[in-house]
């Protein structure tokens, strides 16, 4: 049962950074796109920036199907 209530921790901790990841690129759009047009090391803002998205979305999407059960189908051979 603890695991349990743990993977739905988890999984709401890594919504709500999730969610906030959304929010900020939103409310900073114009500033992340001025910090890209710059030239130089700048370009790696949104290289940065999108790894951190999918670090973050991809580990909430993740625990998310394993809370509701759905796993991937495998084949055996």
Do not use: R
């Amino acid at each position: 049962m603890e695991s349990k209530t743990n993977a739905v921790i988890i999984t709401v901790l890594l919504g709500v950074m999730s969610a906030t990841c959304y929010y900020l690129l939103y409310h900073f759009n114009e500033q992340i796109l001025e910090w890209s047009k710059q030239g130089g090391w700048y370009f790696i803002v949104p290289i940065s920036i999108a790894f951190l998205f999918s670090a973050v979305h991809g580990g909430f999407t993740g625990h998310f199907w394993d809370l509701l059960g759905v796993k991937a189908k495998t084949t055996k051979k």
